[in-house]
């Protein structure tokens, strides 16, 4: 038989694959025309067979051997008993504890769940038609593995009616596109609709990765200290992933694909101090012009991934940084809703680990799209209430990170997602264009509701924030983010209260907010340089040292002072006060020392940080100080 050269089949032309997975799959394939494979015959599912002779759609697209070996099998009654399953909606700690269960060891009771469910299931079955599951055992497939180069992955969010699921077509059109369901809830389906890429996007004859990796590789070879790949690595899965675990937990070069290693190698530096000062070249190599950006048309978990590493890439290259950083934030959010990861997965007919990789690179893009549109003042890109992804359970976040020595980094990336999670509040409900035409009175309520969520976030941490003893990776950068967002809250509401810019007494619980802050800058220690800082890190010190600006210019024109406390707002008995409205004002002069002090302390810190350390982290802020 002469080679086949429809699309499902392998292109000869091809020297390095355009998509990697986190999982291998494939295998080969035997057939014989005329009748059902024995995998379709055995789920229920379509067997659809082009022109040219088997495998079929489905075992091409699940990677499964399309045989036809067996009998047929004996007709009789079947019956079946529904499955009852949680809502898969609810409250977010609900979310939690399903996502908890999910990735939780396997046990007898749980083994049927993730090994004996159905497999991605076609469109034109009817039982897939009908919301029906019937068991299939050993057909859980990867879903980022099971998706050929000839198609892409959809993943629609409700059907309210069948319209957008395609028509099965049947061997006359081999390359029309074709719809799965892949949830083991049968009561609520999501569907995964597989559409052919167009021509344009399938005749790539090398990965553009494999350049971007050789053009990082002369760079490591180019430098004075000749670091290893092996040393970058390590550095990256001992401080940045513990810290924001978003891969799989691989440990050799060639499980990542070039792409993806030549991120992990650019983010690398931020966190060596001899390599710092060649971070931004680092990652210029990576965003090299003449290189065509690798999964920009097929996006795969390994290309989110890739991008969530470039969009937290310290420090920004292009001086329009926050900006072009929020079109490719948008640009990689519309890619991952393509491949469903706002949807919940912990019903899915998946692997486990695939669950939990697609929980947390969600919540990677959360985090960024908070911080991001809330510092820059940008629209944000997530709709909140079109996603329904459970906040990464503990069993998921100490699988990723794997080592006891290593939970509370685990649990700083949990508080960081909540954290993030009030951030997204405050821009939705202070910073947008419909806010605006809230009373003041209830903007106030709204951000003093706030500050009681980040208060208690920063209850979970009282201990580390007193201490100054060695802490886990990504436990720095979520405390600092913590109390500069206390101050920034603070700072909002100030400025709500007497109109931005205008007038204001400085009041104790302002100072210690401030106080706490500072205190905690100045005494990092030269090790806690080289951890994981979070890239919105210089921002919002940057925005610290504004506030105690603020506080200076601000106490310097006072000329009455007050010794009461804050009346701002009347009182409502169903909403909370701020801790300003209550707490005692301090005279005018003393708040201008204290707050002169602080500015004082955090500049000498900065500086040093930065001339001793290459801590490019303090640049936003010296270069606001140097202003004023």
């Not at 003041?440 to 980040?454: G, N, S």
């Amino acid at each position: 038989m002469p080679p086949r050269t429809d699309l499902n089949s392998p292109q000869p032309q091809r020297h390095h694959p355009t998509h990697y997975y986190f999982e291998p799959g494939g295998r080969p394939f035997r057939s014989r025309k005329n009748r059902p494979c024995d995998s379709c015959r055995r789920t229920k599912t379509r067997c659809t067979i082009g022109p040219e002779g088997p495998p079929c759609f489905e075992c091409v697209q699940t990677k499964k051997n399309c045989s036809f070996e067996e009998g047929p099998p004996a007709r009789k009654h079947r019956s079946f008993v529904g499955e009852k399953s949680p809502d898969a909606g609810g409250a977010l700690h609900a979310l939690a504890n399903a996502a908890a269960a999910a990735s939780m060891p396997v046990t007898p009771s749980s083994h049927r769940e993730d090994h004996d469910t159905t497999g991605l299931r076609s469109s034109g079955s009817p039982d897939a038609a009908g919301g029906n599951i019937h068991p299939s055992p050993h057909s859980v497939t990867s879903l980022d593995s099971a998706v050929s180069e000839s198609y892409e992955p959809h993943v629609l969010n409700a059907i309210l009616t069948d319209d957008l699921l395609p028509i099965s077509t049947g061997p006359n059109h081999p390359n029309a596109p074709h719809a799965r369901q892949i949830s083991t809830n049968s009561q609520k389906p999501v569907y995964v609709v597989f559409a052919p890429r167009p021509d344009g996007k399938l005749q790539i004859a090398h990965d553009p990765g494999v350049q971007v990796l050789y053009r990082v590789r002369s760079l490591l070879k180019a430098l004075p200290s000749r670091p290893k790949e092996e040393e970058l690595l390590q550095i990256f899965f001992s401080r940045v992933h513990p810290a924001f675990p978003t891969l799989p937990l691989l440990k050799n070069m060639g499980e990542f694909p070039p792409y993806l290693l030549s991120a992990i190698y650019a983010t690398a530096f931020s966190h060596r101090e001899d390599l710092r000062e060649m971070s931004a070249a680092a990652w210029s190599f990576v965003h090299a012009p003449n290189v065509t950006e690798p999964g920009l048309d097929s996006p795969r978990l390994s290309t989110i991934a890739a991008a969530i590493l470039d969009i937290g890439a310290r420090p920004t290259v292009d001086p329009r940084g926050n900006y072009l950083t929020l079109a490719k934030a948008n640009n990689t959010i519309a890619h991952a809703q393509l491949l469903g990861l706002h949807v919940n997965p912990t019903r899915w007919s998946i692997p486990s680990w695939e669950k939990d990789l697609r929980i947390r690179l969600w919540w990677g893009l959360r985090i960024h799209d908070a911080w991001m549109s809330f510092l820059n003042s940008r629209p944000s890109h997530v709709q909140v209430h079109n996603s329904d992804i459970p906040l990464p359970s503990a069993p998921s976040l100490a699988t990723a990170i794997d080592s006891a020595s290593l939970t509370r980094s685990a649990e700083a990336f949990s508080s960081l997602c909540c954290l993030s999670e009030i951030v997204a509040k405050l821009q939705n409900e202070i910073a947008t264009i419909k806010s605006q035409e809230k009373s003041k009175q209830d903007k106030l309520y709204d951000v003093a509701d706030l500050e009681e969520q980040t208060s208690q976030v920063a209850m979970l941490w009282r201990d580390e924030i007193s201490s100054h003893t060695q802490r886990e990776p990504g436990v720095q950068s979520l405390l600092l983010h913590i109390l500069c967002f206390r101050c920034m809250l603070r700072r909002i509401y100030i400025e709500t209260e007497a109109g931005v810019g205008g007038p204001f007494q400085c009041d104790q619980d302002t100072l210690s907010l401030l106080s706490a802050a500072v205190d905690y800058i100045t005494k990092l220690s030269d090790g806690d340089l080289d951890e994981y800082w979070l890239c919105y890190s210089s921002h919002i010190i940057s925005s610290l040292m504004s506030s105690l600006i603020r506080v200076c210019l601000a106490s310097l024109g006072s000329d009455e002072p007050k010794t009461d406390t804050v009346v701002s707002i009347p009182p409502n008995t169903t909403r909370r006060l701020s801790p300003r409205a209550t707490s005692q004002l301090v005279d005018p002069r003393y708040a201008h020392a204290i707050a002169l002090h602080f500015l004082s302390r955090l500049t000498r810190f900065l500086r040093n940080a930065r001339s001793n350390g290459r801590w490019d982290v303090a640049d936003p802020a010296l270069t606001r100080a140097s202003s004023v």
